[in-house]
């Protein structure tokens, strides 16, 4: 084991996967030279050289088209687009080039293309840098999508994305850049669709995603010196997602709260919410509680950003309201 930042981790894998492969080849702004706006890329150009860590125009359509068309040409690309805001801009490439082509062709091809996607609010981005555009995406059939947490897992799931032969988009979020954890040495990769139970307990079950698992994990701690025992788990990916062991859970505590950074209508916890009552309404004892950002553009203004998006505290109310 070593210890290393999150975005270490994703340089080391993305590094590993370079000299693995020499289809595998990087694409993105600033990502060369300069070594990726918050460094994340940093050495990669010094050791491939410009013909696989390629610096391209401020288009996201352009970066995902090429990608989607290297990909279709067999090689392994990886993609930065550098706000997961700006998926936006390039949606039509990556819902109708690179999530359809397989299924639409068969045999023929495959579209194994890496989409970095670094997403997340609690600064000063205001509105159009600062969101977690998780929904648009999973509402996409043919699209994969993975949600770290740790460095261990950012640098496994990467791996993972990057042999996937299919599309998909990995989301980094933000505030966990400078988060520091174990990563295993050598060679490792994490399957998609696995969760991880972060924590175990018996009274509320907690599924949170990306940056929310850390806030969960302070809420739970906050919350066990109350007498109440709170179960984390993280999805890890959402696109496949494993309800089976969600819905271990939920059966077993019969109370549960979802937490997302993206806004609540139409969003992944309305999914989850929604598979969970398929599968296990008879074990719930109350209603589901959701915690999300407002439904309003984001502000710029650190006190409103703090009403806008999930807390601790508003986790531990959410909790509290499901044992109520």
Same mark, same amino acid.
């Given at each position: 084991?070593?210890?290393?930042?999150?975005?270490?981790?994703?340089?080391?894998?993305?590094?590993?996967?370079?000299?693995?492969?020499?289809?595998?080849?990087?694409?993105?702004?600033?990502?060369?030279?300069?070594?990726?706006?918050?460094?994340?890329?940093?050495?990669?150009?010094?050791?491939?050289?410009?013909?696989?860590?390629?610096?391209?125009?401020?288009?996201?359509?352009?970066?995902?088209?090429?990608?989607?068309?290297?990909?279709?040409?067999?090689?392994?690309?990886?993609?930065?687009?550098?706000?997961?805001?700006?998926?936006?801009?390039?949606?039509?490439?990556?819902?109708?080039?690179?999530?359809?082509?397989?299924?639409?062709?068969?045999?023929?091809?495959?579209?194994?293309?890496?989409?970095?996607?670094?997403?997340?609010?609690?600064?000063?981005?205001?509105?159009?840098?600062?969101?977690?555009?998780?929904?648009?995406?999973?509402?996409?059939?043919?699209?994969?999508?993975?949600?770290?947490?740790?460095?261990?897992?950012?640098?496994?799931?990467?791996?993972?994305?990057?042999?996937?032969?299919?599309?998909?988009?990995?989301?980094?979020?933000?505030?966990?850049?400078?988060?520091?954890?174990?990563?295993?040495?050598?060679?490792?990769?994490?399957?998609?669709?696995?969760?991880?139970?972060?924590?175990?307990?018996?009274?509320?079950?907690?599924?949170?995603?990306?940056?929310?698992?850390?806030?969960?994990?302070? +809420? %739970?701690?906050?919350?066990?010196?109350?007498?109440? /025992? !709170?179960?984390? =788990?993280?999805?890890?990916?959402?696109?496949? #997602?494993?309800?089976?062991?969600?819905?271990?859970?939920?059966?077993?505590?019969?109370?549960?709260?979802?937490?997302?950074?993206?806004?609540?209508?139409?969003?992944?916890?309305?999914?989850?919410?929604?598979?969970?009552?398929?599968?296990?309404?008879?074990?719930?004892?109350?209603?589901?509680?959701?915690?999300?950002?407002?439904?309003?553009?984001?502000?710029? +203004? %650190?006190?409103?950003?703090?009403?806008?998006?999930? /807390? !601790?505290?508003? =986790?531990?109310?959410?909790?509290?309201?499901? #044992?109520?």
């Amino acid at each position: 084991m070593a210890q290393m930042l999150y975005t270490e981790a994703i340089n080391s894998a993305l590094r590993e996967e370079m000299e693995r492969d020499k289809r595998v080849f990087l694409m993105g702004e600033d990502i060369g030279i300069y070594g990726g706006s918050r460094g994340v890329t940093m050495g990669l150009f010094d050791k491939f050289g410009p013909e696989r860590v390629r610096d391209t125009p401020i288009s996201e359509t352009a970066i995902m088209g090429a990608g989607a068309g290297a990909a279709l040409r067999g090689m392994r690309p990886v993609i930065e687009i550098m706000y997961a805001d700006f998926l936006y801009i390039c949606f039509d490439e990556l819902s109708s080039t690179a999530a359809k082509w397989r299924y639409v062709n068969g045999p023929q091809f495959s579209v194994p293309l890496t989409i970095r996607a670094p997403m997340g609010g609690y600064g000063a981005g205001g509105s159009i840098h600062s969101q977690c555009p998780i929904a648009p995406v999973l509402h996409v059939p043919g699209i994969k999508i993975a949600v770290p947490y740790t460095p261990s897992d950012a640098k496994g799931l990467l791996k993972t994305a990057i042999r996937d032969n299919n599309p998909v988009v990995f989301f980094e979020h933000r505030s966990l850049y400078g988060t520091r954890g174990e990563v295993p040495d050598g060679d490792f990769t994490i399957p998609f669709g696995v969760a991880d139970v972060k924590r175990e307990g018996k009274d509320v079950t907690i599924v949170a995603i990306s940056y929310m698992v850390q806030l969960s994990l302070k +809420a %739970a701690a906050d919350l066990e010196k109350e007498g109440i /025992s !709170v179960e984390v =788990i993280d999805p890890r990916t959402l696109e496949p #997602l494993d309800m089976d062991t969600i819905i271990k859970s939920v059966k077993k505590t019969g109370r549960v709260v979802l937490v997302d950074e993206d806004t609540l209508r139409a969003g992944s916890t309305a999914e989850i919410g929604m598979q969970i009552m398929e599968n296990a309404y008879r074990s719930l004892k109350a209603p589901i509680q959701r915690v999300g950002a407002a439904n309003v553009p984001i502000p710029v +203004a %650190a006190p409103l950003v703090n009403v806008v998006f999930p /807390s !601790v505290d508003s =986790i531990k109310q959410a909790v509290r309201k499901a #044992l109520q």
